[in-house]
């Protein structure tokens, strides 16, 4: 008899007919003896739909009027989902954030919950009653309702599972499981039974959108194990573990790419210490989030530095790089928006050289140049022009044998 | 500069255009120097909305989950209508029940308020802000969330004016006021600048649905002077006083009626005391609402006992009655569905005679035979045939002067 968060997103409790099938598998999972505390978000499209009556007043809302406006989103799930557990027989009593409490600090809009109070959830689990708890809100030192920003349900999820040491979170979602990589650009692409929590961030952080990324930095941090399944195809879904090995086995776990990112290049620059802030210190200050960074040795006095943002990000950042490049009396500037990033990410990769090699010989072979290349532990990255995504993407999942289960080298 | 309680209501607030609407009467208010603390119901529609959603689940919904889903629809109104008055520099803030607090017991659905707690709205009337207070809501001891019931905004609004020693409650709506009749029956029905609570009880509990029974009665409980407006049009709208006399110097104030109800009479049985308890008591326990209740002096050993009963209840109010009539051994039980209910209502009938007789011959010289008659101290209901209830209202309407101002008798 486990203790189980289930949560259940959006797409999930979208309609009355979705309710009531989730509390069909609640109910179901409950006659399998476990305990089970339910997180819920709102039901899909309503979030949408307050933030545009919200900006149909004003563009930039009141971020406490806002977040008082969102929560109730998840207010009108969580009493309907007890509704239907009760008329299929099982005792539910639903929570808001405040009411359970969910403590969170005064950061309207992108709150971070504090301390999670336990006592009436596990007095109902106790009682056998099912607690329905809002996601994605909390409740502030003052009383005033907060939300975790978007996907903060995912969290929410998390840190009541923590905060209860309970056995799994069961994060549902429209996904059966996290993939090798997009099904829709490899339709070999394999569910992955298991997946370490480093290698979920990468992925994750990449582009691979089934988990909200902070939800899944907190399960490492509390070593809550993690599984994201499908509420609508019955399954084991992907178990995401804080195991040190990945248990597959595998060099690769998945390739995530980004089609959203630009290329900055300030070129000849010169090569000597604080370039790096001189340069990203105005593009923080014009609030624009850089992702890849890289720099190469210098062959001569000067150096290019080349960074990547956000394509919607672009023409700011050209603006913002031009100026420095005049204040640094560099050479120029040189950007591209016709990029995408494409990524391995694997633990195996720590333990095993050659994979960069595998990964650039394989890109070669099929006569795709490489712009950019950045690594990390479990993950290498590299630039690629943008027309050459789904061709590099099959390469590379077909060279790391990522279509059949742990064969690759 | 008073403190001024204004509540909208849902048609008040039905759309981004009328939440502007609204912020901008706030805001002219607040310029001509009074303090206003604002109560909101929920989006017109929003509540049906969400009722229907609960039904498709559970046609009896669990109390305290059908609360904590329908508390949603306040919460939306308030935070949007808190923007949009930031949006015309108005500095806002809006609350929920919970918030305030708003301290009821815990029956849910139709909970009773206990006590409100000022300070935070003080507060903010200090600080030269508006507080947006949701309407209907309120949180028990256990920290659950409770409604007052459908309309139950206007009670909240009262509470409200009553803690804060409000100067006036104004209640914003899509009427302009308490009228002599209802315009559609009798298109010379006249707005009264002034009404008494008590007569405003029986217009309210006859019919004349412009404010919720139970919010009047509150206001008279707690002296609060209450104000009927249009948040459409321009206007005075009605003052409900607690002044002992009507001011208009009127006999009479308004005509109210109602289409609703339907008459059981249970013929021949013993005139011996216990029969009144011994025919209601089964109605009451079938839960059955009694109207009027009329039962003449018996000319024999035996005597006729007639109520009425909304139309909805009539089927279920025959068969209880029909049981009742073969066991007390009574002649049987006739009943009628073709009947309305007309009602002259004034203070000044305490004071002045041969108003009910005035009103029978008015209607006896248009043919129309009366059927029941029942009275109070400040009312005459006579029960009619359906059929002649716009005659009959035009008549009164006429006979007794009410088209023009205190010109009657």
Chains 1, 2 share one sequence.
Do not use: W
């Not at 690769?252 to 959203?260: V, Y």
């Amino acid at each position: 008899m486990a203790l189980l968060v289930q949560k259940y997103g959006g797409t999930s409790v979208g309609s009355v007919e979705r309710i009531e099938h989730v509390a069909d598998k609640i109910a179901a999972a409950r006659s399998r003896g476990h305990r089970i505390v339910v997180v819920v978000s709102a039901m899909a499209g309503e979030t949408d739909r307050l933030l545009k009556l919200a900006r149909a007043i004003d563009l930039r809302p009141d971020p406490r009027e806002m977040d008082q406006l969102l929560s109730s989103g998840e207010q009108v799930s969580i009493a309907l989902l007890a509704m239907a557990l009760r008329k299929c027989d099982v005792p539910a009593r639903s929570y808001l954030g405040g009411q359970v409490a969910i403590h969170t600090d005064d950061a309207f809009n992108k709150a971070r919950i504090q301390a999670i109070d336990t006592e009436r959830l596990l007095a109902d689990c106790a009682a056998a009653r099912v607690p329905v708890v809002a996601g994605f809100q909390g409740i502030d030192p003052d009383g005033n309702i907060t939300t975790l920003g978007r996907g903060g349900s995912d969290t929410s999820g998390v840190a009541l599972a923590a905060a209860l040491h309970a056995d799994e979170c069961q994060i549902y979602t429209d996904v059966d499981g996290v993939y090798t990589t997009d099904p829709r650009v490899e339709p070999r692409a394999r569910r992955l039974d298991r997946i370490t929590f480093e290698e979920m961030l990468e992925l994750a952080s990449l582009g691979s959108k089934v988990l909200q990324i902070r939800s899944v930095e907190f399960a490492g941090k509390y070593k809550v194990p993690l599984r994201v399944l499908s509420t609508f195809v019955e399954g084991p879904g992907t178990l995401i573990t804080f195991e040190e090995e990945s248990v597959e086995d595998a060099l690769i776990s998945g390739i995530a790419f980004n089609r959203d990112e630009s290329q900055l290049t300030v070129a000849g620059v010169p090569d000597r210490p604080g370039i790096a802030a001189a340069i990203l210190g105005p593009i923080g200050e014009a609030n624009i989030e850089v992702d890849m960074i890289v720099q190469n040795v210098a062959a001569d006095s000067t150096t290019d530095f080349t960074f990547t943002v956000h394509r919607n990000d672009h023409e700011r950042a050209c603006e913002v790089a031009q100026r420095i490049a005049a204040e640094l009396r560099a050479k120029g500037v040189r950007s591209a928006t016709d990029i995408v990033k494409v990524s391995l990410v694997g633990v195996g990769m720590r333990s095993h050289a050659g994979i960069a090699s595998k990964m650039f010989t394989a890109l070669a072979a099929e006569g795709i140049n490489i712009r950019m290349i950045s690594t990390s532990e479990i993950k290498i990255s590299v630039v690629i022009q943008d027309k050459y995504l789904e061709l590099a993407v099959r390469t590379l999942h077909k060279a790391f044998g990522l279509e059949a289960a742990s064969t690759s080298t």
